[in-house]
């Protein structure tokens, strides 16, 4: 069992659409000196020391929504922040969040045990929604996106893809999705009224 864990947890960074090597938070420095020159407060890390709050200040989901949209089109570039270059799928996250000076974690694995989850036909904009990485047998997260929309059961999202869209991009939670489906997570307080 003790040689399994370590192979575990490569495998699972592995999957992640991050590379493992990258800090945590991302935007001009660690997570404690973005908190403190914005005036915010950092992500508190939970027993496992995993991040589990993310504070979104006065920010409001349609605001993190319309950011998100105008980055349409910018291509995907595996472990990259910069949309000059363009962004994987944490990267994409993380940047959007970083716009408003929200610290996220840098990976899609590291959403994991963020947050509260939520069941995806109550998502609400805004919430995150967390699939496997391509190999949907591996039940570890390795893709996210941002809920755009939640219509009559129809779900979309908008995430930076390597897929056919090659970028940022949204879509709809068709079946391709939904076999990779892992959790809806909820990061906006607002979106529980």
Known sequence: MRLLAPCFIVLATMLSCSPPDKPTYVITG????????NNIPPPAPDVTGHVSTIVTGATTPQQLIAYATTLTGTPY????????AGFDCSGFITYVFNHFK???????????????EVNVNDSKPGDLVLF???DSTIRVVG?????????????????????????VTETALEPYYRGRYVKTIRIFPG???
Request: proline share 3%; no cysteine.
């Open 77 to 84: 570039k595996y472990g990259s922040t910069d949309p000059q």
């Open 191 to 193: 979106n529980d009224n």
């Open 143 to 167: 893709h996210m996106g941002i809920i755009t929309s939640n219509a009559g059961g129809q779900v979309k999202f908008i995430h930076s893809t390597s897929g056919r869209a090659n970028g």
């Open 30 to 37: 660690t997570a404690d000196t973005i908190a403190k020159t």
């Open 132 to 134: 496997t990485g391509t």
């Open 102 to 116: 929200i610290a996220v974690p840098r990976t899609s694995m590291d959403f994991t045990y963020v947050q509260r």
